[in-house]
């Protein structure tokens, strides 16, 4: 029996959260890995809808939930989503829930400085979700972060809060934002230390042991390959990987526990932020697929860009993400368009190029190569079996498969948990 990977195969937002829940049913316990209350994942449970930034979206199966090392946290952030979640009903205790002792924090200065850089570069600017991310990554790297763990050491606080001023308020001086004083930032630490830490654990030995019992692990990917800090359209990234080899090293488990990588991939596509979009429809198609698939951004509610479905770069995304299996959702946002349009490549000057080109300017230069297939009119909305979808939308799926080389392992039909379509069980290997 295999764990599963689910991660983003496009540039976010592909349904990922409704796809991790659904699974979730089988699954022992649900890992993020990376990322942090930028992603958005948004279930819909009968009546309910829950919008997860931090919790790995297995708590609302009431399966375990484990924040791994790999994921920048803001505590009150975290702190906000469990008071929010638990007033629908669901129950987040140390219980259902374990934090990495050695994660990286967020604290107010990191989305102080996102955002003022994002003012500084102007038209320049990424787009990014002003959450503090790129900033928080950045310290983790340069080895100031303050972690999970620290709030249990409240002694060395003040050291690492010095280390942090120096760095950090110097750059918000220079541009022109409010530093931060070290009184505040303790204050905050020192509060939310007694909420958080008794989440925390070495949650590497608790993966150990269920690995060893041979329970189920399902890995909860944010963003998406093409957010990839390394293999997507950088600088237009986000700050973490999102590959699924990603999982092994954000959660404390070796490689071989990753298991089946199952990528979510939309049946169009949509990027939120700044960045190259090689498919993007600027005309009434690009608009109907905003207002009918609900384009809009979980976390800072920015309309989606949205375009034709890029099989040049999820073939990409399948390749650099070892993803071995689709999940194709919102087939139904193309219910009843007469023609539809894959794109197979990219011309750059006088070159066709069946990938996405590294450099910045070869990217914004790329035009999209299309071939053309018929589109259905009749509905796929709700589907739960392929006898229920019209022929024409089995073919565009059929065509999806072979131009990104990953057969369609998984369909879904409409935001609902149940209106999905399992061919192959990812569980299963
Ligand atoms: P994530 O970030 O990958 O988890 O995706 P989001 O939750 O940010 O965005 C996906 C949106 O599409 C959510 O509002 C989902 O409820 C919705 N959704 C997921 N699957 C489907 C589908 O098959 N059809 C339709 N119409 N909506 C879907
Ligand atoms: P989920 O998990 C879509 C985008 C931002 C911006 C870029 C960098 O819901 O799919 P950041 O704040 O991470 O530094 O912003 O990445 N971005 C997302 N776009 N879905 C997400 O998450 C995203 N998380 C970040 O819009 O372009
Ligand atoms: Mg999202």
């Known amino acids: 029996m295999a764990n599963v990977c689910v991660i983003g195969a496009q540039w976010g937002d592909e349904g990922k959260g409704k796809v991790v829940d659904w699974l979730a049913s089988r699954a022992d316990v649900v890992v993020r890995f990376q990322g942090g209350h930028n992603a958005g994942h948004t279930l819909v449970v009968g009546d309910q809808t829950y919008k997860l930034s931090l919790l790995p979206s297995g708590l609302v199966r009431g399966k375990l939930g484990i924040i791994g090392n790999g994921v920048v946290i803001d505590p009150e952030a975290l702190l906000g989503e469990i008071d929010r979640v638990s007033a629908q009903g669901l129950t987040v205790t140390p219980a259902t829930l374990r934090i990495a002792e050695n994660a990286a924090l967020i604290l ?22 002003g959450r503090g991310i790129g900033p928080a990554y950045e310290d983790k790297v340069a080895r100031r972060a303050i972690r999970v763990c620290d709030l249990a050491e409240p002694e060395t606080l003040s050291a690492k809060l010095d280390e942090l001023l120096l760095h ?37 030995e608790r993966l150990a042991d269920m690995r060893r019992a041979g329970r189920r692990i399902l890995f909860e990917g944010a963003q998406a390959v093409m957010l990839d800090v390394d293999h997507g359209t950088y600088p237009f990234v986000t700050s973490s990987n999102t590959v699924a080899a990603t999982a092994a090293a954000g959660a404390g488990i070796g490689p071989a526990a990753i298991g089946f990588v199952l990528g979510i991939a939309k049946a169009y ?8 979009f090689p498919t993007e429809l600027h005309d009434a198609t690009g608009h109907l697929l905003g207002e009918r698939g609900h384009e809009f951004g979980t976390v800072t509610g920015r309309p989606r860009r949205c375009g034709w479905f890029d099989a040049a770069l999820v073939r990409q995304a399948v390749k650099v993400g070892g993803i071995a299996g689709l999940a194709l959702t919102k087939l139904d ?34 035009v999209p190569q299309y071939e053309a297939i018929e589109g259905w009119m009749g509905s796929t909305r709700g589907a739960r079996s392929w006898a229920d979808l019209p022929a024409q939308a089995i073919k565009y799926v059929r065509r999806i498969e072979e131009l990104v080389e990953a057969p369609v392992t998984l369909l879904s039909t409409s935001p609902e948990r149940d209106d999905t379509i399992l061919v192959r069980d990812p569980f299963e290997g």
């Open 333 to 366: 946002v193309l219910d009843g368009l007469p023609e539809l349009k894959l794109c197979t490549g990219y011309r750059i000057g006088g070159t066709v190029l069946r990938h996405v080109p590294a450099g910045k300017a070869a990217q914004a230069a790329a």
């Open 269 to 276: 596509t949509t990027r939120v932020g700044a960045g190259p």
């Open 168 to 204: 950090h308020n110097t750059l918000l001086r220079g541009l022109g934002a409010e530093p931060f004083t070290k009184d505040t930032l303790l204050a905050q630490l020192q509060s939310v230390a007694p909420r958080l830490l008794p989440f925390s654990e070495p949650v590497w």
């Open 108 to 129: 107010p200065l990191h989305p102080a400085l996102d955002r003022a850089r994002e003012a500084a570069r102007g038209e320049a600017r990424i787009g990014t979700t």
